[in-house]
């Protein structure tokens, strides 16, 4: 069994935990099936792990079972995705021939998927005769690029589901005839490695692996789930920053691809859209404000005022969330707002490039695409503009120390607001030195400086890191500091360098006990301008890096 720390999951888990719970209530006030026995049964199968695993230890359990059930949250598309890569891995380690079977596809509707698998139809008509809205009613690009992947690999794709769907009474049902599916298809492909994509409460040890067993008693039949919620913030009390994969039991791993944040969103959007309330673009207005509540909840402040304090209410704050479908809509919406062109072509370049986009001056999210990392970033930095009251709102020109460690210090805010919500990989130096075997072109393309200027930011964040513990040894700031300044597009990757690798550090700080939420809560609040950063930058940079900090309590 792994040793782990309550204490480091409790610190990790509790503003996830704090944004998971309105989605469970919105959810369950929508779907009552969650309460079913079938459901619960899933539920308390798996509370508990015996230890975390590598990637690598997770393609050897997957590459030696005959019959391999991938568990499936349908509206999450980063399990379908990891099916995807799942294929590929197994395919280029392995002999053996490959066999998909799907849930999403009624075994009756097997011909129309051959026709497709030999090109001999359309995606369009593939979609339209599977009825694919009205019979499944999930995304269907990740489903799709699932049957893409298949097909470009040659593996032989077959459905195994029946109706009715959506009948609790008769979802044993469901399990039989998928288990006399996959039973036949053994049959036909008796060497090969058999993969199942099902929907994760079929995979209860009582429900479809039961009856595989009865059917299939020779054949090696694991099991792996994708991001169950119990586990995942078990797994939050491993002493490794990310645990990507553990060991449930001798035939169960387990994956961890989403936060339990972003799997219930996924649901919710899909419920929306169901009743007709987000028919043409994905609603992330809720999600966005969920994160902030959970981010204010983690900082204790309180949303709303107390009558006695004469403080404006956080609440009436929150950025209005702009949902563009496009990115031309997105061109077209900013168009009329009051922003310089320069900064409308660097809002739209993060667009791209990150799905959504906070403007602290216009007190706006754009989202065009849901990517967490990028959404919990989005709602730290409304937090510590709020905090502040958009008094500093825009992008400090970064030609004074000043404004460099001003910038320095919203990253490092902001990459510690990110690591709260959505726990990563956080920002380190090993990290940092691996950047220097960066190919040229891809630096180039990714900076816009070039590839000297790059090394030159890398050798001056390494630099700064060392100037920041021992001052006393320095005459003067380095020189090096002083060059990059007079490059605006340098002195911008200098901030975001430097300031990212604060934020990690103050994340470890926090999780090992030597930094308490109520400091933390007073950087959000401190303001900058005034020629105050420096030294906050420099105090903050030798609290947090100091090995004879005492632990604190939450």
Not at 95 to 112: G, K, M, N, S
Not at 159 to 169: F, T
Not at 313 to 332: G, K, L, Q, T
Request: hydrophobic share 40%.
């Amino acid at each position: 069994m792994s040793k782990l720390s309550t204490f480091r999951a409790r610190r990790r888990s509790a503003a996830q935990k704090h944004a998971l719970a309105p989605l469970r209530r919105e959810i369950g006030a929508f779907d009552p099936l969650s309460r079913r026995k079938y459901v619960q049964e899933f539920t308390q199968a798996f509370q508990r792990y015996e230890r975390a695993i590598s990637r690598d230890t997770l393609l050897r359990f997957c590459a030696e079972a005959d019959t391999l059930l991938v568990s499936d949250f349908h509206a999450l598309d980063a399990c379908q995705f990891f099916l995807c890569e799942l294929l590929e891995e197994l395919s280029a380690i392995q002999q053996r021939p490959l066999v998909l079977l799907l849930e999403a596809v009624f075994t009756r509707d097997q011909h129309i998927l051959d026709e497709w698998q030999q090109q001999e139809i359309s995606d369009d008509e593939l979609r339209q005769r599977l009825h694919f809205e009205t019979e499944w009613g999930y995304e269907w690009e990740p489903f799709l690029h699932t049957l893409k992947i298949a097909r470009g690999l040659a593996i032989p794709v077959y459905g195994a589901d029946c109706a009715p769907r959506g009948s609790i009474r008769r979802i044993a049902q469901r399990d039989r005839h998928a288990a006399d599916t996959v039973a036949r298809v053994r049959k036909d492909h008796g060497n090969a490695l058999v993969l199942v994509l099902f929907g994760e409460s079929h995979l209860a040890p009582t429900h479809l692996p039961r009856e595989l067993r009865e059917r299939l008693p020779n054949d090696c039949i694991r099991t792996v789930l994708q991001n169950i919620d119990e586990l995942y913030f078990r797994a939050a009390g491993e002493l490794s920053e990310r645990v990507t994969a553990v060991q449930v039991d001798g035939d169960t791993a387990a994956v961890f691809n989403a936060t339990p944040v972003e799997k219930w969103h996924s649901y919710r959007l899909c419920i929306s859209r169901w009743r007709e309330e987000s028919r043409r673009t994905p609603d992330f207005t809720p999600l966005i404000y969920d994160l902030i509540d959970a981010f204010l909840a983690f900082l204790h402040i309180d949303r709303y005022i107390d009558e006695d304090s004469g403080s404006r209410y956080f609440v009436d704050c929150y950025p209005e969330v702009a949902n563009v479908c496009s990115i031309a809509r997105a061109e077209s919406f900013l168009r009329r707002k009051p922003l310089q062109q320069v900064r409308r072509d660097k809002v739209m370049a993060q667009l791209l490039d990150r799905g959504s986009c906070y403007i602290p001056e216009l007190n706006l999210m754009l989202a065009h695409r849901l990517r967490m990392k990028t959404a919990t970033s989005d709602a730290t930095s409304f937090v510590h503009h709020a905090c502040r009251d958009f008094e500093e709102a825009g992008s400090p020109n970064l030609i004074t120390d000043d404004s460099l460690y001003i910038s320095a210090l919203e990253h490092a805010l902001l990459h510690f607001g990110a690591q709260v919500l959505y726990p990563s990989e956080t920002a380190s130096e090993d990290e940092l030195l691996s950047l220097y075997s960066t190919p040229k072109e891809e630096i180039e393309a990714s900076t816009l400086l070039s590839y000297r200027e790059y090394i030159r930011v890398l050798d001056c964040v390494m630099l700064h890191r060392d100037y920041e513990c021992h001052r006393g040894s320095y005459a003067a700031p380095p020189p090096l500091l002083r060059e990059l300044l007079s490059s605006p597009q340098g002195a911008t990757v200098l901030a975001a360098q430097l300031g990212q690798l604060l934020g990690g550090d103050l994340y470890r700080a926090y999780l090992a006990g030597f930094i308490s939420r109520r400091t933390i809560r007073s950087l959000f609040f401190r303001k900058l301008q005034g020629g105050k950063a420096r030294e906050i930058y420099f105090s903050l940079a030798r609290s947090v890096r100091s090995t004879r900090a005492n632990p604190l309590a939450a």
